[in-house]
């Protein structure tokens, strides 16, 4: 019996394909489009740019921009004037109209105390304010991009994994029902190698789902729903822990040291939007006071009288009387809400502190992951397993510790590939954390 296992030694070694490290593996996008050629491989910058094209919080955010904008045009105007007439008899129960009183007037509203200024400049804050939402909507959605995308970079990694375990069990399997038909092999033997063939289809139909969820996800973030299917991460996860460069970088690595945080928590988009309401709000309380200095309405009015024999004309104005409201009650408002604008922006600074802090300490953490895992855990499994292999052909090791060995390759092969993802994710995050925003 020990003849028979070894003699499907080499069945074993060629059907299970031989040990590599993941960087030697083939593109995802160039195995997905020898699979399926109605694929659409897609870059990381392709998808970036498509974001910014189609994503749908941010073509939300871009609308915000264009209402804030039109807002700015809607109060940097003077009040119309109002034209009003009149007709009158001027005796009773006489309505002739050749005999009757004509009135014209026209009243214009002159604004004091520069509440027109105020409105446009609060209007200018709020635009100003929207826009640094845009790009905030935009460096989220960019992060939440980078965590789709490599995910599925990770997901096309894993279906290869688990297609190439399936597919040397199946053909070891194969092998064995020849052996076992013709008296080599046990049936018990044959029925273990089963089990295991079964469970690696169904990890690799697992995978298959667990990729076409990555998809799903990619697709809704760039609205390409109806594309979903067809989306391949055309760029691979990074090999290497060295110059922090994602795949298809062109450009040279942004500076991510510490002494650049402080200049970045300054001008990220958060901070400057939180700033910008703060100062609307200011704004909004000079605003506020500015409606105690009174209106003047000037009207101007001419009268034709039968009476007199002619016209008549006349000159009037108004001012509001301020006895039952000295707008005490808006001034109080716009003060609190000043002082929340305020506060809100010394939470939003504390926030963006906490993240830039929290990318940095992800970033370090996926990084020694991913250099221990290809610098030791990667080669030893390698070792290891083709140790159990060699010492399998020769009788000095059972199925059970082939079985095992290679298990424990395949697991070590999935933390690479989950380590390089959290590495690509990390250093994106860490990226978009300290971007920064001019001033406009």
Do not use: H
């Amino acid at each position: 019996m020990r003849q028979s296992l070894t003699s499907i030694a080499a069945t074993v070694l060629i059907a299970t394909a031989c040990p590599g490290a993941p960087a030697q593996q083939a593109s995802p996008a160039a195995s997905a489009t020898a699979d399926d050629p109605a694929v659409r491989p897609l870059r990381f910058g392709d998808a970036d740019r498509l974001l910014v094209e189609r994503n749908r919080p941010v073509r939300l955010a871009r609308s915000a921009v264009e209402i804030a904008s039109a807002e700015i045009r809607r109060v940097d105007v003077l009040p119309n004037p109002v034209l009003s007439g009149q007709v009158s008899n001027t005796v009773a129960g006489q309505y002739r109209v050749r005999e009757s009183d004509r009135l014209a007037r026209i009243e214009q509203t002159f604004e004091r105390g520069g509440k027109r200024e105020l409105r446009r400049e609060f209007a200018e804050q709020a635009r100003r304010a929207a826009v640094f939402d845009l790009a905030e909507t935009v460096r989220q959605q960019r992060t939440a991009l980078a965590g789709a995308y490599f995910e599925l970079a990770a997901r096309q990694r894993l279906v290869g994994i688990a297609r190439d375990v399936a597919a040397g069990y199946t053909r070891l399997l194969d092998a064995a029902e020849r052996r076992r038909r013709a008296g080599d092999l046990a049936a018990v033997d044959v029925s273990r190698l089963r089990v295991e063939a079964s469970r690696a289809d169904s990890d690799a139909r697992a995978a298959e789902a667990e990729q076409l969820q990555a998809r799903l996800a990619l697709a809704a973030l760039l609205a390409l729903e109806t594309e979903a299917g067809a989306l391949v991460a055309a760029d691979d996860l990074p090999d290497t822990v060295d110059g922090d460069r994602l795949p298809g970088d062109s450009a040279a690595a942004p500076d991510l040291t510490p002494a650049r945080d402080a200049a970045a928590l300054s001008a990220r988009a958060d901070v400057l939007a939180a700033a910008q309401r703060a100062r609307a709000a200011e704004q909004a309380v000079r605003l506020a006071q500015a409606q105690r200095t009174r209106d003047v309405t000037v009207g101007l009015q001419t009268e034709r009288v039968p009476a007199f024999g002619g016209n008549v004309y006349g000159v009037t104005a108004s001012v509001p009387l301020f006895l039952n409201n000295d707008f005490g009650g808006d001034i109080a408002r716009a003060s609190a809400e000043l002082e929340q604008a305020r506060e809100d922006e010394g939470k939003i600074r504390a926030a963006a502190r906490s993240d830039i802090d929290r990318a940095r300490a992800q970033l370090a953490l996926s990084r020694d992951q991913l250099s221990r895992i290809l610098s030791t855990t990667l080669p030893q499994a390698n070792r290891a397993v083709e140790a159990i292999e060699f010492a399998f052909t020769r009788g000095a090791a059972t199925l059970t510790d082939l079985f095992d060995a290679r298990r424990q390759w395949a697991a070590v092969r999935t933390d690479a590939v989950g380590a390089q993802r959290d590495f690509a994710r990390a250093l994106a995050t860490m990226r978009l954390a300290l971007s920064t925003e001019e001033t406009r």
